[in-house]
């Protein structure tokens, strides 16, 4: 699923109640000069309230990619995996799953609910960085070495962040 062979830009859905993990996210987008357009939900309603409106808007388009946190307010991020894997309309779409446990058993449980990827948070903002681009580039080559570079557009949807 190439979205930057056909020169759109990857679709991201971050889904995160932290502004400082927002704001990181946002900052490796744009120097990850791989063409995207980032929507952010504050929490699990949020988010499965946006997918289900991109899935019954022919104007709208569900993401290309979910970056998840374990950790929100309302349903847990292994809630609404699962609520999203659950879902025919959604189950196609890669989830990955970002948290700062390095617990075994969150990392199986997240598999368990069929995450893509699990990834530890880094601390350290250039790890993080680093990480966040690599898997950007990785779908938006579909594997491929190279990939189209371009613009980052963000927006953001529900109560509470910037």
Same mark, same amino acid.
């Given at each position: 699923?190439?979205?930057?062979?056909e020169?759109?830009p990857v @679709? %991201?859905?971050?889904?995160? /109640?932290?502004?400082?993990?927002i704001?990181?996210?946002?900052e490796?987008?744009?120097?990850?000069q791989?063409?995207?357009r980032? #929507?952010?939900a504050?929490?699990?309603?949020?988010?499965?309230?946006?997918? #289900?409106q991109?899935?019954?808007d022919a104007?709208?388009?569900l993401? @290309?990619? %979910?970056f998840? @946190?374990?950790n929100l307010?309302g349903m847990?991020?292994? *809630? %609404?995996?699962?609520?999203i894997k659950? @879902?025919?309309?959604?189950?196609? %779409?890669?989830?990955v799953?970002? +948290?700062? !446990?390095? /617990? /075994?058993r969150?990392i199986? #449980?997240? &598999?368990?609910? +069929?995450?893509?990827c &699990?990834v530890?948070?880094? !601390?350290e903002v *250039?790890k993080?960085t *680093?990480?966040?681009? !690599?898997?950007?580039?990785?779908?938006a =080559?579909?594997g491929?070495?190279?990939?189209q =570079?371009g613009a +980052?557009?963000? *927006?953001? =949807?529900?109560?509470g962040?910037?």
């Amino acid at each position: 699923m190439s979205q930057q062979a056909e020169g759109k830009p990857v @679709d %991201i859905l971050l889904v995160d /109640d932290n502004p400082g993990d927002i704001r990181l996210t946002r900052e490796a987008l744009q120097e990850g000069q791989v063409s995207s357009r980032l #929507r952010v939900a504050y929490n699990g309603r949020d988010a499965l309230a946006l997918l #289900r409106q991109a899935a019954n808007d022919a104007n709208m388009t569900l993401p @290309d990619i %979910i970056f998840l @946190d374990l950790n929100l307010p309302g349903m847990n991020g292994l *809630e %609404i995996l699962a609520e999203i894997k659950g @879902d025919d309309r959604f189950r196609h %779409i890669p989830v990955v799953v970002f +948290s700062t !446990s390095e /617990d /075994d058993r969150d990392i199986c #449980r997240a &598999y368990e609910h +069929s995450a893509s990827c &699990y990834v530890v948070k880094q !601390s350290e903002v *250039e790890k993080f960085t *680093e990480v966040l681009k !690599s898997l950007v580039r990785l779908l938006a =080559t579909g594997g491929q070495k190279g990939g189209q =570079t371009g613009a +980052s557009t963000q *927006e953001e =949807t529900g109560s509470g962040g910037n």
